[in-house]
């Protein structure tokens, strides 16, 4: 049996197009970023036994931003080309693929490109339910102003 590794990728190269004025990256956050407080939650895992952190536009910016202790920052040269688990029941990030994959996820283009992964092989998919709902996505201002209205 191959020994278990676990990398825990935080994709956190997304333009932030509907968000006016500034990545949602660098948006505050319990005394952090939003980007910043997610970071540190998978550095706290101890399930996980590397944490890479993807950026892309404002990458320098948003580094200076983050205090990473156990993260690896990677920039995504190709991040204007979008992005390449269950929630009570609704599929959501994040998704966990085996090595036997990575040659297929590293030729995936596009928004949604690993999600194309999911329709090729369904019979491979293991949901993992986690009883709680999926987390706030934050696309515009509306949904930030929402997601600190409840933190």
Request: one cysteine or more.
């Amino acid at each position: 049996m191959e020994p278990r590794h676990l990398t825990a990728l935080v994709l956190a190269a997304g333009l932030s197009r509907r968000l006016v004025g500034q990545p949602k990256q660098l948006l505050p956050w319990r005394g952090t970023t939003l980007l910043g407080w997610i970071v540190a939650q998978a550095e706290t895992s101890a399930a996980v036994d590397e944490v890479i952190v993807t950026l892309g536009q404002a990458s320098e910016e948003i580094l200076a931003s983050l205090t990473l202790r156990r993260a690896r920052p990677v920039v995504a040269q190709e991040y204007a080309e979008g992005c390449a688990a269950s929630y009570q029941g609704v599929l959501g990030h994040p998704l966990i693929f085996d090595r036997r994959l990575f040659p297929e996820l590293a030729a995936l283009h596009g928004d949604k490109a690993a999600w194309k992964l999911l329709d090729t092989y369904p019979d491979r998919i293991a949901c993992v339910e986690l009883n709680r709902p999926a987390p706030v996505n934050i696309n515009t201002l509306a949904d930030y102003a929402a997601l600190v209205g409840k933190g």
